[in-house]
Structure formats: structure tokens, C-alpha cells
């Protein structure tokens, strides 16, 4: 499975859209981009995937470039309750999820 | 709430004991997989079940094991404890829809070695 490349933390005013960037250059054709979150010690929280689409749910929206070697979780209106450490993963056919270190996203009141 | 229970949700215990960490998937999800949580490693896969047959492997210890039961909940045993096994241990049971999977994860059992 590709590897990811996040930053290991951000700022974002509350109500303010938070954009969570993510490198995955090595990506192949059959694997997926998914992100999930964990708040503080809680069992981490699925959020949205993509394959190459943009992908929008209740929770956020998934933009994924051209080329698939990149993309961005939007969280269109920030609250203090996404503050979490915010995950970025590629797989593929073998369904287990890597996990890196994550973006820690600080939302400010 | 992602209807994956775990239980106990907190465990204390000694070296060289043995525990058995227990996890129910959502209604009607096959797969379950295992992860380990500690603060020096991060999150890392241990092992799936699907429908009662393992199916991967991860980084788990020869000391741990695991199985899935005909009605489909799952057991972590982890034996001969010692003190870097102390961590948060998730469970997650996948759905596949549209040709892709999705681990809904349980709220982890935290398991501590003294």
C-alpha cells in the first residue's frame, strides 16, 4: 500500500473551512484514499473515501487531483468538536489500514 | 456510535498474565480486524478474521492470538504479558459496498501492564 504524507499539525479558526492536505504520490490504480480521524483516545472515526472522484458526505468533502498523487479533506465549517488527529490512507486489495502520524487539526475558538 | 462494541473498556494486570479482549462487529459485517495503539508505535494492524478464517497478518507477537467465532465476535488473546504491551487495542469490522471496504472501528479497550 502507498504511503502518505501529511502535515503534523494545523490551525483553524472555528466556522472557518479546514482544508487537510495530503501527499500520496506512489498511489496505484486500484487503491482508494480514505481518511479517518481520532479524537484524542476514541476509537478512530471513518470520514469519507475516494477512489478518483470528488466525494462529498455529511461529514466532509473529498478532493482528489487529477493525478491522484494528492488530496484534500474540507471540513467546510470547523467546531471545536473536530478537533483530532486526522488521518490520511491509501489501500488497496489488502484491506488493512496503515496508519501514519496524521495532521493534528486545532481548531481555535 | 459506529455499532462496534468492545469490551472491557479498561484492563489492568501484571506481567505475565493473560487476558482475552473481546469485540462484536456491526450486524451483519464479516470481516473484523485487530489494531494496537501504544504511544511509541501509533496505530498498527495485528490481524483480520473474515467469516471465521484468518485472513492477514500483521505485526502481532507470537504471544497473541486471535479467533472469530461462528456468530461472528472476536477474542484478542494476549498471553505472557509484559510491560510494552500496555496500549489501546481497537477492533474495526468492514463493510464492502461499490467495491471498496470501510473499517468502522470500536472504542478500543485500554489495557494496562504494571
Known amino acids: 500500500d502507498a504511503k502518505t504524507t501529511q502535515p503534523p499539525s494545523m490551525d483553524c479558526a472555528e466556522g472557518r473551512a479546514a482544508n487537510l492536505p495530503c501527499n500520496h504520490s506512489?498511489?496505484?490504480?486500484?487503491?482508494?484514499v480514505y481518511w479517518y480521524r481520532q479524537i484524542h483516545s476514541q476509537g478512530p472515526q471513518y470520514i469519507i473515501h475516494?477512489?478518483?472522484n470528488n466525494e462529498t458526505n455529511e461529514m466532509a468533502s473529498l478532493i482528489i487531483t487529477e493525478d491522484r498523487k494528492s488530496s484534500t479533506l474540507i471540513l467546510p465549517h470547523a467546531t471545536l468538536r473536530d478537533t483530532a488527529v486526522y488521518y490520511c490512507i491509501v489501500c488497496g486489495a489488502t484491506n488493512k489500514l496503515i496508519f501514519g502520524t496524521g495532521t493534528l487539526l486545532a481548531v481555535q475558538p | 456510535d459506529s455499532g462496534v462494541t468492545q469490551t472491557p473498556k479498561h484492563l489492568i494486570t501484571a506481567t505475565g498474565q493473560r487476558v482475552t479482549l473481546r469485540c462484536s462487529p456491526r450486524?451483519?459485517?464479516?470481516?473484523v480486524y485487530w489494531y494496537q495503539q501504544s504511544l511509541d508505535q501509533g496505530l498498527q494492524f495485528l490481524i483480520q478474521y473474515y467469516n471465521g478464517e484468518e485472513r492477514a497478518k500483521g505485526n502481532i507477537l507470537e504471544r497473541f492470538s486471535a479467533q472469530q467465532f461462528p456468530d461472528l465476535h472476536s477474542e484478542l488473546n494476549l498471553s505472557s504479558l509484559e510491560l510494552g504491551d500496555s496500549a489501546l487495542y481497537f477492533c474495526?469490522?468492514?463493510?464492502?459496498?461499490?467495491?471498496?471496504?470501510?473499517?468502522?472501528f470500536g472504542p478500543g479497550t485500554r489495557l494496562l501492564v504494571l
Open positions: 506512489t498511489i496505484s490504480g486500484n487503491e482508494y
Open positions: 474495526a469490522s468492514s463493510v464492502v459496498a461499490s467495491g471498496s471496504e470501510t473499517q468502522y
Open positions: 475516494g477512489l478518483k
Open positions: 450486524s451483519g459485517d464479516l470481516s
